[in-house]
């Protein structure tokens, strides 16, 4: 069977997103070609549409973008990039981002709330990202967004999966696409969430500060192969289980 | 001006429309003042900086000592590490644009100083939007509007105009004129601005008050308050800085850190920067140089900043020269100034005015964007969506 990951009635056959943020736009075709990536997320407000040096001109065709509403301090400002996204042209995703935090970049899961709610109901797809908690991400699903995005650790810290116990909790009981965006900092750490079974891995600083962006973003997808693989063969049995004894405990038990 | 209507210098309208708001940021910050002696820092104190993820205010004393200087390069590793991780190799293109220079101040170190004789104009709104139109043309999508501090020259309904034009021409506008009331910045922010810079020049309010001699700027806390009032009217981002070589640098660099540390902690959302000044010669002063802040103490500063707050932005102005300017950015520096020109207008039109410091980068939009793509850097024309 065709391991696709379903968001907002779209398929993909690509586990990795890819940031495009931090490194050259000069150098973003190669990048996105090595790593496979499908969705690309881009900062509206980078996007120089009337102007030189817009990332929109440098995206290969086919590409579905993730435009994000960074700069949004609350919901209603998020709501008003959304909206200039999708009169831009940059279609129907979009990535919830509020930060009313400028030193360590902590999105505001109340306000992300708010934000996804009205976006959903204007027929957005909505992505979240979101401080990883169980109650917001139901709030999340009950507010119609198409994914949750949850962070492994602050944003650019290449620090790995240091919310770990959390996402999980979300991999259990949230049945959208958990996508685990920023913080994720070497390609085993991308791995590692993709074995916990998350369904797919946001990427951006930790490709863009590499000596060979491209190189790296080959890597990042070979890491997320590996880990969805991992995955679907059941590390969780061996991870979860300390083996089954030779003699069972229950044979005993004559009925 | 009448001396019959001024108290210690500053004339006394403007002292009563000085608005005072309740802060304890200033005291704070000046708490930190003369706390330290600089010559007692070890080299184990530097080390002990450079280890750790959350600089302490002892931390980032050290790292503005003499013990730092012969480790200036470990300390660069770092930094570039660090403003990687935050901006990647992302660079902010802007040009400044001085509208005015007009000025009722009596600072020592400045060309615009109220004595200095020097040629004073303004702009009309036709020469503004001429001038606007010339930097458009190069790419450029953040302007930063100067004026020199002249309440009646240069009027809050007056800049509000120019922003307003801005607007049809850029993305970014930032505002580096004097110091206002909130609902004056809540009203330029209502126009079209989003940014605004004031430097305190000096944290040592005794020394300010003897190179700040007569005029509006003469009130220190007015001065020290204007990015909590800015943020308070609206404004995103406020940006800060020290003018380096007119006093104690040391110190100085000290209290700018800790000023914008305290302002981002009471307004977690504000963007902030720094800007590095140092002092330049102008008209009828060639000789006003930064003293004892030569480059390698220039670059210790940027670098002490970016450990201590890596989130935070720099900006390089031409007041430093090309080598300089291209090896810091990408290393400490993530926005710098190309096309410039210090005068009152002179992007279109024959400047009006004197400059307010000789620059020392004259080189044009194009030039400094071949220099970042050269050294492997992305330059980056909008960060910014007004909404």
Excluded: W
């Excluded at chain 1, 435009?67 to 940059?90: K, M, Q």
């Excluded at chain 2, 004892?292 to 989130?311: G, K, N, W």
């Excluded at chain 2, 932005?313 to 410039?340: P, Y």
Aim: glycine share 8%.
């Amino acid at each position: 069977m065709k391991d696709t990951l379903m968001i907002g009635g779209h398929a993909f056959h690509s586990r990795f997103i890819l940031g495009s943020g931090k490194y050259s736009l000069e150098k973003m075709p190669g990048v996105i070609e090595n790593s496979g990536a499908q969705i690309i997320t881009l900062a509206l407000r980078r996007a120089n549409t009337n102007g030189q040096g817009n990332i929109l001109d440098y995206l290969p065709r086919g590409i579905t973008l993730l435009p994000n509403t960074s700069g949004a301090r609350n919901a209603e400002e998020a709501v008003r990039i959304a909206r200039l996204s999708r009169e831009l042209g940059c279609g129907d995703f979009v990535k919830i981002e509020v930060i009313r935090d400028s030193k360590y970049l902590m999105p505001d899961n109340h306000e992300t709330v708010k934000a996804t709610e009205i976006l959903a109901k204007e027929g957005f797809i909505v992505m979240p990202y979101v401080y990883p908690d169980l109650i917001t991400a139901r709030a999340l699903v009950n507010a119609g967004a198409a994914a949750v995005m949850p962070l492994a650790a602050p944003i650019g810290s290449n620090k790995g999966l240091v919310a770990r116990e959390f996402i999980k909790m979300l991999v259990d009981e949230i049945d959208l696409p958990v996508i685990v965006d920023a913080g994720i900092g070497a390609p085993s750490q991308a791995c590692e969430a993709m074995e916990l079974g998350v369904d797919a891995v946001m990427a951006n600083t930790a490709v863009a500060t590499a000596k060979d962006v491209a190189a790296m973003a080959k890597a990042f997808k070979l890491a997320i192969e590996a880990g969805r693989a991992a995955y679907l063969a059941g590390l969780g049995r061996v991870l979860d289980f300390t083996g089954e004894a030779s003699s069972p405990l229950t044979g005993f038990l004559e009925d | 001006m009448n001396t019959a209507a001024m108290i210690d210098g500053i004339s006394k309208k403007e002292l009563e429309h000085m608005e005072r708001i309740d802060s304890d940021v200033m005291e704070r910050t000046l708490a930190h003042y003369h706390q330290f002696d600089f010559a007692a820092f070890t080299p184990a104190d530097v080390q002990a900086a450079l280890q750790k993820e959350q600089l302490s205010v002892f931390d980032f004393a050290a790292l503005l000592s003499p013990a730092a200087q012969p480790m200036l390069e470990q300390t660069a590793q770092k930094a570039k590490r660090l403003t990687a991780a935050q901006f990647g190799n992302n660079i902010s293109l802007y040009t400044p644009l001085y509208i005015a220079n007009y000025c009722v101040n009596e600072c020592v170190y400045c060309g615009f100083n109220c004595k200095n004789k020097i040629h004073r104009g303004k702009l009309s709104m036709e020469e503004i939007e001429a001038e606007f139109r010339a930097i458009a043309q190069t790419g450029l999508e953040e302007i930063l509007i100067l004026t020199g501090e002249s309440r009646s020259q240069s009027d809050i309904s007056y800049i509000g105009q120019a922003v307003e034009l801005a607007k049809e021409y850029f993305t970014t506008i930032g505002l580096e004129i004097y110091p206002l009331n909130t609902c004056e910045y809540a009203f330029l922010h209502e126009k079209g601005a989003d940014f605004v810079s004031v430097y305190q020049e000096t944290y040592d309010p005794a020394f300010y008050k003897t190179v700040h001699l007569q005029g509006p700027k003469r009130d220190f806390s007015y001065r020290f308050h204007a990015q909590e009032r800015a943020l308070a009217g609206g404004m995103r981002g406020v940006g800060i800085g020290a003018l380096l070589g007119l006093h104690d640098f040391r110190n100085d660099a000290l209290a700018a850190g800790l000023h914008a540390k305290f302002l981002q902690q009471k307004y977690p959302h504000a963007e902030i920067s720094f800007s590095v000044p140092r002092m330049r010669p102008y008209v009828n002063n060639t000789k006003n140089n930064p003293n004892d802040v030569h480059e390698t103490q220039l670059l210790q500063i940027m670098l002490a900043y970016r450990m201590f707050l890596p989130f935070a932005g720099i900006n390089i102005s031409t007041r430093e020269r090309a080598g300089f300017r291209d090896n810091v950015v990408g290393l400490c520096a993530t926005k710098i100034s190309a096309g410039v020109k210090t005068g009152v207008g002179g992007h279109q039109l024959e400047e009006k005015g004197d400059a307010q410091f000789e620059i020392s980068d004259s080189r044009s939009v194009e030039e400094i964007r071949a220099m970042l793509k050269a050294r492997g850097l992305q330059e980056v024309f909008t960060d910014y969506i007004r909404l």
